[in-house]
Nanobody, 122 residues
Framework: VQLQASGGGLVQVGGSLRLSCAAS????????MGWFRQAPGKEREFVAA????????VYADSVKGRFTISRDNAKNTVFLQMNSLKPEDTAVYYC????????????????WGQGTLVTVSS
């Protein structure tokens, strides 16, 4: 699976951004999808995940209530709607895919896309 993330940019505190991740190469609906982020000087951390059929979602506590993950299997795309952004949300955001035979919870993913930078200014 090839993954291409987009939608990052510069936004002010309290603003919103919508990230997209387009997948190609394999049957998209065979994969759970996730978003991760890595801030400067920090380790990569989990943000959100969505099951292959969108029936289940999981969020990090730090983004619950502010971020929403969704997917469109017809368009082979997963989204991350980010609202009420905070300076601590500044990071490079990565999308990732794992086969649906794996559990949704867990950071073991099979494919990773390149990152898209989100900068939240105060």
């Amino acid at each position: 699976v090839q993954l291409q993330a987009s939608g990052g940019g510069l936004v002010q505190v309290g603003g919103s951004l919508r990230l997209s991740c387009a997948a190609s190469g394999r049957t998209f609906s065979n994969y759970h999808m996730g978003w991760f982020r890595q801030a400067p000087g920090k380790e990569r951390e989990f943000v959100a995940a969505i099951s292959w059929g969108a029936a289940s979602t999981v969020y990090a506590d730090s983004v619950k209530g502010r971020f929403t993950i969704s997917r469109d299997n017809a368009k082979n795309t997963v989204f991350l709607q980010m609202n009420s952004l905070k300076p601590e949300d500044t990071a490079v955001y990565y999308c990732a895919a794992k086969t649906r035979t794996r559990t949704l919870i867990g950071d073991l993913y099979d494919y990773w896309g390149q990152g898209t930078l989100v900068t939240v200014s105060s």
